[in-house]
């Protein structure tokens, strides 16, 4: 389902995020927040919340039938008031 390596956790780790909060964000029903071309792939931002009620942006890429995490950060204010209007939810 997830495609995992040393990189994607070290680099997700350097903002505070695990890769298990990245998959929860993914698995808890995320808000789409658009799509991103990098290098010719295209790149998903997803924001949600972990079981722990953080809301994160995670950014993913499809690399075959896997999903690959590429970054993961907690969420600027702008993306949480996205979320939560998207939500219909008020999330502190």
């Known amino acids: 389902m ?5 990189d994607n956790i070290r680099h997700i780790a350097e903002h505070g995020v695990t890769h298990e909060e990245a998959e ?12 991103q071309e990098h290098e010719s792939e295209d790149r ?3 924001v949600g919340v972990t079981d722990a009620m953080r809301i994160l ?3 993913t890429t499809m690399r075959g039938e ?3 995490v590429v970054t ?8 949480r008031k ?3 209007m998207e939500k219909g939810v008020k999330y502190e």
């Open 66 to 68: 896997l999903t690959r």
């Open 57 to 59: 942006v995670v950014i």
């Open 44 to 46: 998903f931002v997803e």
């Open 2 to 6: 997830f495609d995992w390596d040393d």
């Open 82 to 84: 996205f979320y939560s």
């Open 72 to 79: 993961a950060y907690p969420a600027s204010p702008a993306f």
């Open 24 to 35: 929860q964000v993914l698995l808890n029903d995320p808000v789409y927040g658009g799509t």
